[in-house]
Each structure stands twice: as C-alpha cells, then as structure tokens.
T-cell receptor, first 117, second 115 residues
Framework: AQKVTQAQTEISVVEKEDVTLDCVYE???????LFWYKQPPSGELVFLIR??????QNEISGRYSWNFQKSTSSFNFTITASQVVDSAVYFC??????????????FGQGTTLQVKP | NAGVTQTPKFRILKIGQSMTLQCAQD?????MYWYRQDPGMGLKLIYY???????DKGEVPNGYNVSRSTTEDFPLRLELAAPSQTSVYFC??????????????FGPGTRLTVL
C-alpha cells in the first residue's frame, strides 16, 4: 500500500529562520512521483514541485529547496530565511508513474507552518 | 483558460438533503478527480475518472456518486447528506501521460457543512 507520513503536525519559527518539513513515503512501485503543495489560509492548493523517483538530484528554487533520498524514502522540504508569507499548510504527496497510471495522489496529513514576525 | 472551476464555493446542507457539486475543466484533460479534505487532514480521493463514461472509486467513496458524460464535466452527487460529509471538496484534472511538470490542476474547492 502507498502511504505518506508528515510527522510534524505544526511548526512555529521566527522570521528569517530556516525550517525543514519532513516527508516519508511508502510504496511498492519502482517508479513514482513525489509532490509538495502549499495551502495558504485562503484555502487553495498551490503546486510547488514534482520529483521523479529516478531523479535523485536535489533541487533549489529561490528560498525553497528539496532533498530527495530514495535510500530513506524521504522527500524533505527546506525554506531558507522564512517569511511571514510562508505561513501555510504544506502537503507532501505521492503518485504512480507511467502512461497507464491513473495518477491518483496519496497525501500526507500536512504540516502547518507558522512564521512569526 | 479558466482551468478547473467548482461551484458552489460554500454550501450548508441539512441532514438528509442531497446536492451536486459541480466541477468543470476547459483544458481537455482526460483524468478528473474528486478529493475531500477534513479539518487538519490531508486530501483523500473519493472518485476519479479516466475519460468520459468511465469512473472508479477512490479511498472514501461511500455516500457519493459521480458521472462523467463529457470530457469537461465531473459532478459529485451527495444523496443523503450526513454530518460526516462536512468537508472541503477539491476537484482536479490532468492530461494523460507525462502531463507536464505540474500533474494535477486543482480547483478552488467547495466548503460544505452538513448540520
């Protein structure tokens, strides 16, 4: 069975601190996709990143970076120099891979990040 | 393109009432999905469709029905509303195959309260 675990329910930091959100996944698929989404207080889901399972390169996008480690089944997300606007719920998700896959997403329970000024 | 649209944005139902949540996409996507998000939880898949006329159950289908008569529309029907169906409902769609970087496109959500 596929499963995504975000063990941190809530994290509170002060602005400009770095913060890492953890994501651990379980799957029997040999190829898969991993995602991160942001859900601000307004409620919509904002896509942040998609990572293929066969690409273990870490990625950086501005203040955001992602560390994918297949050996530990983890896909952690780091925000550098956090800002108040980063306050949101962050979801990690998993889906299958390949043209015949239905692309159903399995979500973690989310981590609420509060960045205080 | 409007992307994925959902109506209504908010709705309050009484126990036992029925309603249809509307979802439409104008991107010619084959795949469409309905998820629900309970307070403090991640999203769970209710139903999905891989094309017009084809639907299948997700993780939490009980109490819901869907239909897919066109590529564009994927309505979700609640027949006998129960308080346990109080949730935020998200519709999503994606193209078959690699689907670009983003994968699924999400609608803005429908917040449903059953009292």
């Amino acid at each position: 069975a596929q499963k995504v675990t975000q063990a941190q329910t809530e994290i509170s930091v002060v602005e400009k601190e770095d913060v890492t959100l953890d994501c651990v996944y379980e799957t029997r698929d040999t190829t898969y996709y991993l995602f991160w989404y942001k859900q601000p207080p307004s409620g919509e889901l904002v896509f942040l990143i998609r990572r293929n399972s066969f690409d273990e390169q870490n990625e950086i996008s501005g203040r955001y970076s992602w560390n994918f480690q297949k050996s530990t089944s983890s896909f952690n997300f780091t925000i550098t120099a956090s800002q108040v606007v980063d306050s949101a719920v962050y979801f990690c998700a998993l889906s299958g891979h390949g043209s015949s896959n239905t692309g159903k997403l399995i979500f973690g329970q989310g981590t609420t990040l509060q960045v205080k000024p | 393109n409007a992307g994925v649209t959902q109506t209504p944005k908010f709705r309050i139902l009484k126990i036992g009432q029925s309603m249809t949540l509307q979802c439409a996409q104008d991107m010619n996507h084959n795949y469409m999905y309905w998820y629900r998000q309970d307070p403090g939880m991640g999203l769970k898949l209710i139903y999905y469709s891989v094309g017009a006329g084809i639907t299948d159950k997700g993780e939490v289908p009980n109490g819901y029905n869907v239909s897919r008569s066109t590529t564009e529309d994927f309505p979700l029907r609640l027949e006998l509303a129960a308080p346990s169906q109080t949730s935020v409902y998200f519709c999503a769609s994606r193209k078959q195959g690699l689907a670009g970087v983003q994968g699924q496109f999400f609608g803005p959500g429908t917040r449903l309260t059953v009292l």
